[in-house]
């Protein structure tokens, strides 16, 4: 299986033939999570995919790990279509707001020290995300929702 279990063109199509409803549903369902809990949702899909991520990395002329940028990892929650030509203005509005949403709780684990953001490229141009050993702790005990929780400014 590739990395993030993704195979390109393998990829299901989500959603049946309306993937733009597999978006709205998906944006749907974040949005009515409070952010705590959707972060926690976020973690527990994009620690394993980081850790698999540094395992396999090469870690030889200063290549590291892949595929731990920000949009690599909420790609691991945002169903894919195979005909993204085939879709409506309203459908990738869907899918764009789905971003900004799961977005929102990628920065609250950052917020809340449970992943590590840093630059890795010449001027900011890459930046990286890693699981925090506070993150580690939080997901083994299970209360990542309550860390962020708490630690989020009201």
């Known amino acids: ?7 390109g063109d393998e990829v299901e199509q ?22 705590a809990e959707r972060a926690a949702s976020l973690l527990a899909t994009v620690a394993p995919a980081i850790a698999e991520s540094f395992d396999k990395a090469t870690w030889k002329a200063g290549i590291g790990p892949l595929h731990t940028e920000g949009d690599s990892l909420l790609e691991l929650l945002i169903p894919q279509t195979r005909r993204p030509d085939k879709l409506s203005p309203e459908q990738w509005r869907a899918m764009y707001e789905l971003r900004i949403t799961l977005a929102e709780a990628l920065n609250a684990l950052v917020i809340a020290r449970l992943l590590i953001n840093f630059d890795y490229g010449s001027g900011g141009s890459v930046i990286k995300y890693a699981v925090s050993p506070e993150g580690l702790a939080a997901l083994e005990r299970g209360d990542v929702a309550e860390v962020v929780a708490r630690r989020l400014p009201a």
């Open 14 to 35: 989500a959603g049946g033939a309306d993937p733009g409803a597999a978006w709205a549903d998906a944006l749907e369902r974040y949005r009515a999570m409070p952010v």
């Open 1 to 7: 299986m590739p990395l993030f279990g993704r195979g």
